[in-house]
């Protein structure tokens, strides 16, 4: 008898369960599809909508779940063709290091091609690694420093100021500057927005 009094509680909380999710989704339903112990509701199935070609409610998120499944398994059935027909599916081009796009966009500018347009992420790039000579080689540093000269705003006022924290730090050093490539890229750059 004590085994018996255990599953009850569970199986009162299973109801509770199943009548929580009925009631939460009661609004949705229309008054063929009314909960009366016959229908959709009360047996814990997914609750239908009326005149929607019987589809189950379901949310933005169970939505978005479905569609990738079922993107994924239309990508799957079309390799599978591909491998059939005995075509080997051919792989995208690697992606580009933002050390190439970044060179890319600079050198689109000095060039002055009619497509070429502002890119934040480009610029950040470039003024993050402007004073490394190997991420920017020195010959496109000369045509970095013409594009520094249309540096506006904010972004200006942020390269001068760390140009001189790192030209304070080179002092602060000594005397053995350990990049002298770096250092005459700070002095440039100072010379040039200050």
């Not at 420093?145 to 100021?161: K, N, S």
């Amino acid at each position: 008898m004590a085994k018996q009094k255990r599953k009850v509680p569970e199986v009162t909380e299973k109801k509770n369960k199943k009548l929580k999710k009925a009631s939460a989704e009661g609004p949705l339903l229309g008054p063929e599809a009314a909960p009366s112990g016959e229908g959709a509701g009360s047996k814990g199935e997914a609750v239908l909508r009326p005149g929607l070609d019987a589809e189950p409610e379901r949310s933005p998120e169970e939505q978005r779940v479905l569609e990738r499944k079922l993107k994924k398994e239309r990508k799957k059935e079309e390799r599978q063709r591909l491998r059939e027909a005995g075509l080997v599916a051919q792989h995208p081009p690697a992606r580009r290091s933002g050390a190439e796009l970044a060179l890319d966009y600079l050198c689109g500018w000095a060039q002055k091609h009619k497509n070429w347009r502002f890119q934040k992420t480009r610029q950040t790039w470039l003024l993050l690694h402007m004073y490394d000579s190997d991420k920017v080689p020195d010959e496109h540093f000369s045509t970095l420093l013409a594009y520094l000269e249309g540096l506006q705003g904010r972004a200006r006022e942020l390269t001068v100021q760390k140009a001189e924290a790192l030209m304070r730090e080179l002092d602060e050093e000594g005397s053995d500057p350990p990049l002298p490539g770096r250092a005459q890229r700070i002095r440039q750059v100072l010379q040039l927005l200050s």
